[in-house]
């Protein structure tokens, strides 16, 4: 009557997995609760203010960014990301990497951070194959979305990180990515995919440009310094950055990774069912679920909890689409320059101030959270882009104005 | 037949007590009329919040000095008699929230013992007023500090659940 | 019978006080823990990486302000605030009001927010008398600085609002000024004096900007209704607005306001002093006694805390200076371009928008606590200032162009 025997529960791993075991269904034989929590990434129902889990474009929101990605397939097909469960199909079938829709035809990499078979496909066929092979001919080895060998070891359930991008980093600044604090892992293993990263050119390989530390002026530095280019603009011919959902990189700037908080206190909180506790594996919004997620630290009602993050995020979206309309008006300013016979050398250091100026608005923009992460890093780092965009268009004015 | 009525009836209430006194102690009845904490972390859920002031400057204190109305005999019952109600049976159909939100009554409760026991500390600033204001919204980890929900805990060893009242333990 | 009256302790007043007594040394000696603690802001020795009591010349920490402020007094003489111990003195001695050093004579509206005998003028010669007497004249009948007086009723102790002129912007929006709930009261004492104000032209009334709200552009709204300009600039001849310590108006944008915070509970909180538990009255920067300040709800160790507090200031403080830097080239572009024959009237809409960059830039720097108070709101509002002062910078290098 006094449910005492829940509190005793020790999971107990009945049907064994073999190594880099891709199957969740099978880890679920053992796991169930979690798997079946696992498996509501499934559900695309819910909406909230700026996120949730139902996807909707990202170009029909903010009508500018079609502009900034002119001349590179993320102008084509750019939404909002559902849950894990649809990580493999959406890769599969986005528009991006689809020549015939004016994709660009990529590589066995973007499989890196959309399937449970990765660690098994790094044992058998290596990275430098992994890497290398077109995407359309990996797609053969590739059956399952994100699963729980993604961030599990199935002999002792214990959190690993498998995407080799991440432990060359780690161990590139001195970090044993196999022994790190329990604490770190509950955010590192999201920041295997949640991160900024690039293709190297030569070999395709998945790299993350944090060899100078993960703030935008750091990641510039580096880039710079291995001269890197995503693409030129299509109209202003800029060299261009490409920020992908640095979302890590925001989030250890926060108020709360500095009080000690991991991606998974929020994202993956514990919950009770039927008296025995386990991880919620339905990753998703935390505000479509506040009760098991805020009001453990928080203890105001939920309607003051939800207000107070969306005072925040509409702070953030209103900066970050006067900055992606600054830059959409710099890079048309450019374009008009050419076409009016402005010459090449002139317009070097305008595109140099366009390039900085997007790559700190992408920065934030393919970020997750709509700031809430990091709220007063994420408005800081928006005022420098739209500084630098409007530094961009004074010195053209001054440009068109001198010759 | 009535030879055999007797001692079935002596059997049957024999048995009956015996069932009852297994129940009453399996259940740890008497703690329940006892001011003891023990009392409070029969459920599971409750077991966090004892972690919490079992290393706390209130370590000294039961959870119903602070939880129970301490004015007089009656209320002190009549509240844990309705507050019991309510927990029981939200515990009972699993109805219980993961991160538990005090009662506005269980509030001023709190507040009444607060003063109970700082009165001295409290005695100036306390005619200004600053018991219109919860305590705890300043003192926030002075109980259980965040992060607070009944899972928040997990591995933190606790007296365990006694069969026995602890008056037959103690040596 | 359940005890509680014996808590309702009514404070003991052994020397009586006149209406409205201006000495607090006579409070003193009903409340010496109170007093002895008010005094203690005398103390000018604590300075803190952005404030503290040292008093320190704004003009030098960042060298674009003279020319901000050029034409006003506040380009002559522009300090850190220190305790309200020297408010008189300070008020007295600056060169501001101060004809034989730059200054501009001024009317007895600067003494509302300096003295304890402002109850008692309020109540002997009246609004009207007080404002419209000049400084050098009203001096005569001031004589103690802030005090006990201004706070507090001297019958019950309760707090009261003595400031006339947010007596009448509270009444404006229909609340009334005597009848608030504690908890506002103890954030609206400070919010008498730590508030942005104009004088009305006419009578030289202290007026608070509020009619249609604390924002920024709520404020600009009223402004342009009433067309009003505190000064115009020496160089670029711009119709300019003065914004003075809106230290409550961005406080209430941020989250400690939000979760019911008032100035007191982080400025003068309480201490124990043996068994007795008092309000603290030395009046400071909480950096100075985070013991007593944050760690009362913040369970973390001082250093943690102050290093997060440095966090934030230093990112808003980076802010303040790069927009303070934008809006002096501004300044000295407009200047060039009329020396340069550009006329008037082109240079309309480019002077609207410095105005605008130099309100917002002023309503954060002159604002106190280096954007603590409310993080976000500050960082937007200076990426404002930042986007239209350089937005003026474009529209004149078009200018100059299109001549
Ligand atoms: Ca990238
Ligand atoms: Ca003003």
Chains 1, 3 share one sequence.
Not at chain 1, 45 to 72: C, E, M, P, W
Not at chain 1, 110 to 119: D, E
Request: aromatic content about 10%.
């Amino acid at each position: 009557f006094e449910r005492r025997q829940e509190g005793l529960l020790v999971p107990t791993i009945v049907v064994p997995l073999a190594d880099n075991e891709p199957d969740s269904e099978i880890w679920g034989k053992n796991f169930p609760r979690e798997f079946n929590s696992f498996q509501m990434t499934k559900d695309v129902g819910l909406r909230t203010k700026y996120g949730g889990a139902v996807q909707f474009s990202r170009l029909d929101r903010d009508s500018n960014i079609r502009h900034l990605f002119a001349g590179y397939p993320f102008s084509v097909e750019y939404n909002q990301a559902r849950g894990h469960f649809w990580s493999l199909e959406d890769v599969e079938k986005t528009a991006r990497i689809d020549t015939a829709r004016g994709g660009k035809a990529s590589f066995g990499t973007c499989f890196t951070c959309k399937t449970s078979n990765l660690p098994g496909l790094m044992a058998s066929i290596g990275p430098d194959k992994f890497f290398d092979t077109p995407f359309e001919k990996m797609k053969e080895s590739v059956k399952y979305p994100i699963g729980c060998a993604n961030c599990h070891d199935p002999k002792t359930m214990a959190l690993r990180l498998t995407n080799p991008a991440i432990r060359k980093s780690l161990s590139d600044s001195g970090k044993d990515p196999d022994r790190l604090p329990r604490q770190e892992m509950r955010s590192l293993v999201c920041a295997q995919c949640h991160c900024e990263y690039y293709f190297q050119a030569s070999d395709h390989y998945l790299t993350l440009p944090w060899k100078y530390g993960t703030s935008p002026d750091n990641m510039e530095k580096y880039y710079d310094e291995i001269a890197f280019t995503d693409w030129t603009h299509k109209d202003s011919k800029t060299p261009m950055i490409k920020m992908q959902h640095p979302d890590y990189e925001i989030f250890v700037t926060g108020i709360h990774a500095y009080r000690g908080l991991a991606c998974a206190d929020c994202h993956m909180p514990y919950v009770s069912e039927g008296g025995v506790k386990y991880t919620n594996h339905h990753v998703q919004s935390p505000l479509t679920d506040i009760a098991h997620t805020c009001a453990v630290c928080h203890r105001q009602s939920e309607q003051e909890i939800r207000a107070r993050v969306e005072i925040i995020q509409d702070t953030i979206w209103e900066k970050e689409v006067r900055s992606s309309q600054i830059i959409a008006q710099a890079h048309a300013e450019v374009a008009q320059a050419l076409a009016s016979g402005v010459d090449e050398e002139a317009l070097k250091g305008v595109r140099q101030l366009i390039r900085k100026a997007q790559l700190r608005w992408d920065y934030i923009a393919a970020g997750n959270s709509m700031g809430f992460h990091s709220p007063l890093n994420a408005a800081s780092i928006l005022s420098d882009s739209i500084d630098l965009a409007q530094e961009a268009r004074v010195q053209l004015a001054r440009l068109k104005k001198a010759d | 037949m009535q030879a055999f009525l007797k001692p079935l009836a002596f059997a049957m209430t024999g048995a009956f007590c015996g069932l009852a006194a297994f129940l009453a102690l399996y259940f740890n009845a008497p703690s329940y009329s006892r001011e003891s904490s023990l009392q409070c972390i029969n459920c599971h859920i409750m077991r966090p919040f004892f972690a919490n002031i079992d290393r706390s400057p209130h370590r000294a204190e039961t959870c119903s000095d602070c939880h129970l109305p301490h004015e007089n005999i009656f209320r002190h019952y009549a509240f844990k008699a309705r507050d019991g109600m309510w927990d029981t049976a939200m515990y009972l159909t699993f109805n219980e929230s993961h991160a538990i939100k005090l009662h506005e009554r269980s509030r001023q409760v709190i507040i009444d013992n607060c003063i109970r026991c700082h009165r001295a500390a409290m005695s100036f600033t306390e005619s200004f007023g600053e018991t219109d204001r919860f305590c705890g919204d300043c003192h926030r980890d002075i109980a259980h500090p965040a992060p607070m929900s009944v899972t928040s805990t997990p591995y933190v060893q606790l007296p365990p659940y006694l069969p026995f009242p602890d008056f037959l333990l103690q040596k």
